[in-house]
T-cell receptor, first 112, second 115 residues
Framework: DAKTTQPPSMDCAEGRAANLPCNHS???????VYWYRQIHSQGPQYIIH???NNETNEMASLIITEDRKSSTLILPHATLRDTAVYYC?????????????FGQGTTLQVKP | GAGVSQSPSNKVTEKGKDVELRCDPI?????LYWYRQSLGQGLEFLIY????????KSGLPSDRFSAERTGGSVSTLTIQRTQQEDSAVYLC?????????????FGSGTRLTVV
């Protein structure tokens, strides 16, 4: 079972920041938070991951609370092409157990 | 190739027929995964191959489903005696290592419709 909880859907105005929350209250000390997204008719695509420090890359920023029980993915200037299902996953880095478990994710609709 | 290639992209089959879905992973990727995504649903894990190890088949929904990976490269997912509930998009992913969670690359999937 997925160890994360996300809202099923969110809207965002084009050009504004999209803030997608994720709860992972049972996260272990050695588990990272990973974000993937799935644009319609495509396979999921990796976005970003982090352990406890905030992370930023060319796609997004990841803010993890100090207690690590929740995090927020931030798309700073959402475009229509960012409309997708966003998945938050927790997993032990370097885990060799194989399969990645996806929850239901958050469907983000970016509106003009 | 540059990405994970799946074929066919679309498949319509009659109930009761067998189907084979193909996945060509990124060259050098030792780990290969199959997922299923029914309409409006999340991704359901099916099976995972890692190198020469025995595959993790824990997600296969019934014995009508099987998969093989020949030569550590191409994989085929076979569904025997297809049923309407098998209709879904079947996604394949590969990674250099299962430990590299950020390194999963997915194909565009095969959309299977059982009529």
């Amino acid at each position: 079972d997925a160890k994360t909880t996300q809202p099923p859907s969110m809207d965002c105005a084009e050009g504004r920041a999209a803030n997608l929350p994720c709860n992972h209250s049972t996260i272990s000390g050695n588990e990272y938070v990973y974000w993937y997204r799935q644009i319609h008719s495509q396979g999921p695509q990796y976005i970003i991951h982090g352990l406890k420090n905030n992370e930023t890359n060319e796609m997004a920023s990841l803010i993890i609370t100090e207690d690590r029980k929740s995090s927020t993915l931030i798309l700073p200037h959402a475009t229509l092409r960012d409309t997708a299902v966003y998945y938050c996953i927790v997993r032990v880095a370097g885990s060799n157990t194989g399969k990645l478990i996806f929850g239901q994710g958050t469907t983000l609709q970016v509106k003009p | 190739g540059a990405g994970v290639s799946q074929s066919p992209s679309n498949k319509v089959t009659e109930k009761g027929k067998d189907v084979e879905l193909r996945c060509d992973p990124i060259s050098g990727h030792t780990a290969l995964y199959w997922y299923r995504q029914s309409l409006g649903q999340g991704l359901e894990f099916l099976i995972y191959f890692q190198g020469n190890s025995a595959p993790d088949k824990s997600g296969l929904p019934s014995d009508r489903f099987s998969a093989e990976r020949t030569g550590g490269s191409v994989s085929t997912l076979t569904i025997q005696r297809t049923q309407q509930e098998d209709s879904a998009v079947y996604l394949c992913a590969s990674s250099l290592s299962p430990a590299l969670t950020e390194g999963y690359t997915f194909g565009s999937g095969t959309r299977l419709t059982v009529v």
